[in-house]
């Protein structure tokens, strides 16, 4: 029996576990918090973290993250050897790694009072990796209404300039939290700008003027 243990903190992995149970995909999960004592014993809970652990409860093999989650997502399509290849695998780190040290600044959820927290540990570089992410999607956004509106691109990066500047990308992990949540609100914020502006008919430079007010306001409750 294969048994994928998740973080029942984390509404996407309990929500991604539940539909691989529901399809067949693997024969059962536990949250980390049901685990009896020989599974706990079976997997390295600092790794499982990161990266959720799939255990084979009659070989006692254990895989972690891709290697986990991709051959149970072949087993849900008519092509799943794909999802095994080596280079799905290769492609898929990367990507497993961004989601997977960010899911609680994606989804914030209160820490469990009591029992074993499989919170992801701070990983500054997929932090970084992060912020790119979210910045590029920005930057794009910003671009485009650039061409829109006529207005240089800084006229409309005064938003990226006090997030980092409210922001404070420090050595403590608490701001670097503070940082990732804000910038990925600021996206959407950027992102929701868009439909409105073509929806409403009003001048795009004036929605987003707007925009940016409200993410100052919301940008400033956060930092409280």
């Known amino acids: 029996m294969k048994v994928l243990i998740y973080d029942d903190a984390c509404p996407l992995c309990t929500w991604y576990s539940g539909e691989f149970v529901k399809r067949g995909a693997v024969d059962n999960r536990l949250a980390f918090n049901q685990l009896p004592h020989r599974l706990r014993k079976a997997i390295d809970l600092q790794r499982a973290c990161s990266e959720i652990p799939l255990v084979d409860t009659e070989t006692g ?16 399509f008519r092509y799943g050897g794909l999802f095994r290849s080596a280079g799905m695998l290769a492609l898929a780190r990367p990507a497993y790694a961004l989601v997977s040290y960010n899911r609680r600044i994606v989804i914030p959820v209160a820490h469990p009072r009591e029992g074993f927290d499989p919170a992801p540990p701070f990983h500054r570089g997929w932090r970084l990796a992060f912020l790119a992410v979210l910045l590029a999607v920005i930057a794009g956004v910003q671009y485009f209404l650039s061409s829109q509106t006529g207005e240089p691109v800084w006229v409309l990066s005064l938003g990226v300039v006090a997030l980092v500047a409210t922001g404070g990308l420090y050595k403590h992990p ?51």
Do not use: I, K, N, T
């Open 174 to 224: 608490a701001a670097w939290e503070y940082a990732g949540r804000a910038a990925l609100r600021y996206a959407g914020w950027s992102l929701l700008s868009l439909p409105v502006a073509f929806l409403s008919g009003l001048p795009a430079l004036l929605v987003w003027c707007l925009f940016q007010y409200g993410f100052f306001v919301h940008l400033f409750r956060m930092r409280g």
């Open 61 to 76: 093999q254990v895989d972690y993250g891709v290697a986990a989650v991709l051959p149970a997502l072949g087993r849900l």
